[in-house]
């Protein structure tokens, strides 16, 4: 009986540490959201009517993608970050009511390398669509910037924004 008794012990430790022994090392964690990224992310299903004004931002504006999708540029007054939303519009303009939008994604970005620009009018190859976004540069002279450092598509179905390579996109000159 003694015998018994001193393996109860190790048998209930044993029981009680085999789950954490099967999960093995543990997860790494995610890297922490930045401010930034959080608050972006607090518009993310937000409804508004006609317009959408955010306290600090300065509206760039924005306009139709293609339908239902809509992209809307601000700036951060303090150090020139970007914030992009993109909408959906749930319900068009009638005689007496605004149309009326929910937010899709949110995009942040960091205010450019001097000589660099950020447009959310870009283009790919062929496509003529403004669905591309891109942090580019070029000449004053031109209307088109090919030399596009980092770029961005909008979904035209969801209105999500994903990060692409910047190979063929170009984005208008913002002085143009």
Known sequence: MVQ??????LILAAL??????????P???APEESADETFAKSFLGKTYDDELEIEGWLDLGGGLVAPPIYVHQYQREQDGTYLVLTSREVAK???????SFVVTDALVVPAPQKEAAFSIACVQGEDATLK???EAKGNEAKEW?????????ISLETGDIVSIPP??????NPNW
């Not at 910037?145 to 598509?153: F, H, I, K, L, P």
Request: net charge positive.
């Open 145 to 153: 910037w090919s030399d596009v450092r980092r770029a961005w598509e």
């Open 93 to 99: 303009a009638a005689a007496d009511v605004p149309a």
């Open 16 to 25: 009680l540490f085999a789950p954490q022994l099967a999960l093995g090392a």
């Open 27 to 29: 997860a790494e964690r």
């Open 132 to 134: 591309f976004m891109g």
């Open 4 to 9: 018994i008794r001193a393996v109860r012990p």
């Open 167 to 172: 190979k063929g996109v170009r984005c208008t």
